[in-house]
């Protein structure tokens, strides 16, 4: 049997590129990697945080993913890549659709096909949940139809359909991760359309937290990223090639459940304001993980502590999010 993932760290040449490695998962994966000894080359547009470029073993190589050349260059003499550069707003993808697939669709093209001509190992991606649209079972296992709503969505599925067909036809060694809703240290209060992060900075404001569509029948699958990040190092590790594995927590929170939550960690009732104008939201959204399980992965943070500890981080007043949903449908309709 050949050595694992984690047993096979080489610190000469960097064994692990990162792309989007200066974004919200991103900087978390490559701090987890670092700190299990990889050395990580992170592949963006932005340059990592200060903190996260003085890690060892971190560099940064600015590529841009739509361009083939650059992407070749970035991913030279890696032994893995973790892929998850790309737009990750479903509003900017709305407004913006041929950036959006330009971005996902096209940028991943060039990644797996950087992968196949330098014979990486490994490419693990992170695609989303939103790729099912509409939950027609809960929970959701990877067999679900798939038919997003979203041109985010769209893209998305194109750069799993292209990954998968470079597996079918030339042995490209992809893993596809769908990934449920992550929060966590880092999130991006002007981008961030998770409900974790958006009702803590409210209720933080000491302001009612809007809540758009039903607060008892919309509920969601809301993954730690320290977790996310082990998901996808279990996905490198321990995957099947060509598969897609769904990444959650496995459990259902309503948003009356999330606002209690949130009250809870700062210690004072939530107030809610809820616009149920907008009921296409409402839907049960959550992850079947067995078969993430079988291959080992375990979610183990919970909900409680870790807003706690995001009450903590972000303190007194913290900027306040810039968007209130993912789905605006009053944007659709304006096309
Ligand atoms: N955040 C979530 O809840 C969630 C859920 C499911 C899937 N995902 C996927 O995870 C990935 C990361 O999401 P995130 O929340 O960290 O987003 P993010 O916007 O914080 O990070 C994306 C990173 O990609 C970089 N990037 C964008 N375009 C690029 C390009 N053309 N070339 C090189 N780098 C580029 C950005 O500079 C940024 O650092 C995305 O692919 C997203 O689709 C996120």
Known sequence: MGRTFLESSSLENADVAVTGGSGFVGRNLVAALADIGKSVVVVDLAPPSPELAALPGVRHMRADVRDYGETLLALRNVDTVFHLAGNASGTLSVEYPRFDFQVNGLGTCNVGNACVELGVRRLVYLSSAIVYGTPQTCPITEEHPIRPFLPYGASKLSGELTLRSLH????????????????????????????????????????????????????????????????????????????????????????????????????????????????????????????????????????????KELTDRLGAFPELPSTTAVFRRERVEQL
């Open 168 to 307: 079918e036809a030339i042995g490209l060694p992809v893993v596809i991760g769908r990934s449920f809703v992550i929060y966590g240290p880092g999130e991006d209060p002007r981008t961030a359309g998770g409900e974790v992060s958006q009702f803590l900075r409210w209720q933080l404001n000491e302001l009612p937290i809007p809540v758009v569509g039903d607060i008892d029948r919309k509920t969601r699958d809301f993954i730690h990223v320290a977790d996310l990040c082990a998901a996808l190092i279990t996905l490198a590790d321990a995957g099947t090639a060509g598969e897609i594995y769904n990444l959650g927590s496995g459990t259902e929170v309503s948003m009356r459940e999330l606002a209690d939550a949130v009250a809870a960690a700062t210690g004072r009732p939530a107030q809610l304001q809820a616009d149920t104008s907008q009921l296409e939201d409402s839907f049960r959204l959550v992850a079947d993980i067995s078969k993430i399980r079988d291959i080992g992965f375990r979610p183990s943070v919970a909900l409680d502590k870790a807003l």
